[in-house]
């Protein structure tokens, strides 16, 4: 039996003999379908009912590992809180290393183990989807899934580590730095490769729960999206959409999925141009700290977004300018159309990535950036010196010390300031260093 007969029949499908194959649905925006993006089409509607036991039994024609509990308490130390890297609504995560030692054949790496709370926010049905979804699933902006471990009540998955953490760390929480326009744009059209892949399926899949957290950086930036516990599969035949109850996050989620239900490739289009929002603005989707109608990013930025003159009030403050400005014009641009409320006047992810991959080169407007003024380091003359030296030291006991002066800045000199005819003046002129 072929490898996709094997799956159709896993996972709850009829192996339809070949002669009587339909063609591929078209994709889930109604978008043509580049070719050579072709998926193994696998029905999920009896995801809800397949066991634990059931699971592992299907999912040997992929290349996960089944892995025991023990085993993952030996990578990450027996969960130790060292290993601890965060929690979400599906529960803890802890850093650990697999080998050959653990498994024999397995590659040496670091991974990231997400446990199962029991008494969390997701549960066995949002834990299936993303085995499945990953387990069969492969590309370069989606994180790769190394394993799962289903041993008696225990549920977890074992992703590659990210050693960078997650876009909304970077944007929200670090407070010593901040990302570079060049690095955002390199984000941003990572994130778009792996959602338009995902539509472009040959079943397509929405991924639902787009936002700056879902989104994990490598070691060099290279986005990649995690957590698909809340994705689903896009509409198929005639039907434009998928009903079904509303989740996802609030400030990302798209307006018409919120009042109708109905979900489309276009609804991971809108929470796209609002991830892409917080990249140009550093801001977050939804901040109550922030007064009126700034509190609702889309709200107060779509003003902004297709006017030149204005697009400065919307750019992080904390890129000090040092952007395109036709580059950061043209992403303003992308949002806008992404962030349109009727969805099918946003375009395809496939789009997106094309208007946004070009500007990646673009950095001839550029401004220079900021000179740092460097005072030359000067060595007081030893003759001058010492007379000065040896009067201070034969001061009569009452008569007080002269008190040291520094210089009046941020960052005082380690040293008390020279009068002007003992500093020894250097031959040529203080030079500008530019700043890097």
Excluded at 185 to 198: C, D, N, Q, R, W
Excluded at 208 to 213: L, T
């Amino acid at each position: 039996m072929g490898l996709r007969k094997c799956l159709l029949c896993c996972f709850g499908g009829s192996a339809r003999p070949e002669q009587e194959q339909q063609p591929p649905p078209a994709a889930a925006d109604g978008a043509p379908r580049p070719p050579g993006r072709r998926l193994l089409r696998l029905s999920t509607a009896n995801l809800r009912s397949l066991s634990l036991q059931d699971l592992s039994r299907k999912l040997e024609v992929t290349k996960l590992h089944a892995f025991t509990l023990d085993e993952l308490k030996s990578a990450t130390r027996n969960f130790s809180a060292t290993n601890f890297l965060g929690e979400g609504g599906f529960g803890p995560v802890y850093k650990g290393f697999v080998d050959g030692s653990l498994r024999p054949g397995l590659e040496p790496q670091h991974v990231a183990v997400k446990y199962l709370d029991s008494d969390g926010v997701q549960g066995h049905r949002e834990w299936l989807a993303e085995v499945v979804y990953l387990g069969m699933l492969s590309h370069p902006h989606l994180v790769k899934l190394v394993g799962f471990c289903n041993q008696d009540d225990h549920r977890m998955l074992v992703y590659e580590y990210m050693p960078k953490g997650s876009l909304e760390n970077h944007l929200f929480k670090n407070l010593l730095s901040s990302l570079p326009w060049s690095t955002r744009l390199k984000i941003a059209v990572g994130a778009a490769k792996g959602l338009a892949f995902l539509h472009e399926a040959e079943t397509p899949v929405i991924y639902r729960d787009f936002k700056a957290s879902n989104i994990l950086l490598d070691s060099d930036y290279t986005a990649k999206l995690s957590d698909f516990g809340l994705a689903k599969e896009g509409p198929s035949g005639d039907k434009t959409h998928v009903t079904t109850r509303v989740m996802g996050t609030h400030g990302y989620a798209a307006p018409e999925y919120i009042l109708t239900g109905h979900l489309t490739a276009r609804s991971d289009v809108y929470s796209f141009g609002v991830v892409l929002l917080e990249l140009l603005s550093g801001r977050r989707s939804v901040d109550k700290r922030r007064r009126g109608r700034e509190q609702n990013l889309v709200d107060w930025a779509r003003p902004y977004l297709r006017r030149a003159d204005k697009l400065h009030r919307v750019m992080d403050p904390s890129l000090e300018h040092q952007y395109s400005a036709r580059a950061a014009q043209k992403a303003a641009q992308v949002a806008h159309q992404c962030l349109q409320s009727v969805p099918k006047a946003r375009p395809t992810m496939r789009e997106v990535v094309a208007a946004l991959e070009p500007l990646l080169a673009v950095d001839d407007d550029v401004p220079m950036g900021p000179f740092v003024f460097t005072v030359p380091a000067a060595e007081p003359a030893p003759a001058q010196v010492e007379p000065a030296a040896a009067a201070v030291a034969n001061a009569g006991d009452g008569e007080e010390k002269e008190e040291k002066r520094h210089v009046m800045s941020a960052v005082h000199a380690e040293s008390p300031l020279q009068y002007a005819d003992a500093v020894k003046r250097p031959e040529s002129p203080p030079t500008l260093n530019r700043g890097t």
